[in-house]
């Protein structure tokens, strides 16, 4: 019922207005008074997490996404390497752990099967398991060593949001965190990065408040397309595919999301005169290489015809001389940043779907937690 959605059209519109809480949220207590990060809940020994030499993730759909935003952030942070694998694949192989690997399993729900016999999979072969989940009690923390859980509280529609960016948050405070007790970061360094994460609720907050309605406009003018492309590069390339997710399950509209460096080796040759292509774009800051690779990206598909729309950082004065549409998100890190860039794509996914009369909160053919395999 509409007292049950707080007001709001759908699950899904409601609870990607609850991105700030379950961001702020999740933050919440993890931190002992002298601002050190404290993460005893997850009961691992500290030498236990010192010895940690390589992570690998398991999990499926958009947690995976999130696994890799996290992978980019940790292996600069803590420089051990991260893999992400998706559970249904990690299963039939044969991975390659130690004592000394992390298996970090992410899930919303904490009952994908995939994920949960994937999880069965690393223990049997020794493997430590902390899981990053939502919901307390349920299977996958239930069979894990250890939990740290999202905050997000919880999440009705399919299309997992709030969920998402909370799992980001946690698989960061776990790279702080294994990056303090290995002692790879400066303590300053690692509390200047918790304070801009103690900044990002209020940063998705301005995207909700600035940016609903050119995000809902753009929705109208493209309300008949038939498929989208999405690039980014480094933490922007999970966001890209996170938001062509989006527009598949609810607006079940054909899209797909790749490295931007991987348009040249094939992808360009599907734009054409008018396709809308949707670019994450990297902080202009310093006008570094990543910058500049994807400004040439928006350039490349634009010679060829294509409708850019691009997710930008305020005052990037580049991407306005190429991009057709630009919606905005506040000055951020660029490792921070999928925290705010991936909000406009929900946001469109969902005024897409509204446009088409879809049942946005129980999209056809798909199911809020894949309990089978
Ligand atoms: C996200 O919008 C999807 N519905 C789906 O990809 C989901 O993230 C995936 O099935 C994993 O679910 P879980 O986090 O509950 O394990």
């Known amino acids: 019922s509409a007292t049950e959605k707080g007001g709001w059209d759908s699950y899904m519109d409601k609870e990607i207005h609850e991105e700030p809480l379950a961001v702020s949220d999740t933050l919440l207590g993890r931190f002992s008074v002298d601002g050190d990060l404290n993460l005893d809940e997850v009961r691992i020994d500290e030498d236990v ?11 499926c759909g958009s947690a995976s996404y999130a696994g890799l ?3 980019y952030a940790i292996e600069h942070w803590v420089r051990i390497p991260v893999e992400i694998e998706l559970a249904h694949e990690f299963r039939y192989r044969d991975p390659i752990l130690t004592p000394r690997t992390l298996v970090v399993a992410i899930s919303q729900s904490g009952e994908t099967m995939d994920t949960l016999m994937a ?25 894990s060593d250890a939990v740290l859980y999202t905050h997000a509280g919880p999440e009705i529609a399919v299309a997992s949001t709030k969920a998402f960016v909370a799992q980001i948050v946690a698989a960061y405070l776990l790279g702080l965190y294994l990056a303090q007790v290995k002692g790879t970061m400066y303590r300053d360094e690692i509390r ?7 900044a990002m609720p209020e940063k998705i907050q301005w995207v909700l408040d600035n940016q609903a309605d050119v995000i809902a406009q753009t929705a109208d003018r493209m309300a008949k397309a038939h498929s989208f492309l999405f690039l980014g590069r480094h933490v922007g390339y999970p966001v890209a595919m996170e938001g062509a997710l989006k527009l598949k399950e609810i607006a079940y509209t054909f899209s797909e999301g790749f490295a931007a460096g991987e348009l040249k080796h094939g992808p360009i040759a599907l734009v054409d005169e008018g396709e809308p292509v949707v670019v994450i774009v990297p902080s202009p800051r310093g006008r570094d290489v990543l910058h500049n690779k994807v400004i040439s990206s928006i350039e490349e598909v634009k010679a060829r015809g294509a409708f850019t729309i691009a997710v930008a950082e305020v005052g990037d004065p580049d991407v306005e001389h190429y991009a057709d549409v630009i919606f905005w998100r506040p000055e951020c890190s660029t490792l921070l940043s999928p925290l705010t860039d991936v909000v406009p794509l929900q946001l469109f996914a969902m005024d897409m779907a509204k446009l088409k009369h879809y049942d946005i909160d129980k999209p056809r053919n798909l199911a809020k937690s894949v309990t089978v395999e």
């Open 69 to 71: 935003v996290a992978k």
């Open 192 to 198: 200047q990065i918790v304070d801009n994460l103690k």
């Open 49 to 59: 997490f010192r010895s940690i030499d390589k992570i690998v993730v398991i999990a």
């Open 119 to 143: 999880l069965r999979h690393a223990r049997e072969q020794g493997s430590r398991v902390l899981a990053i989940c939502n919901t307390q009690g349920s299977t996958i923390p239930r069979e």
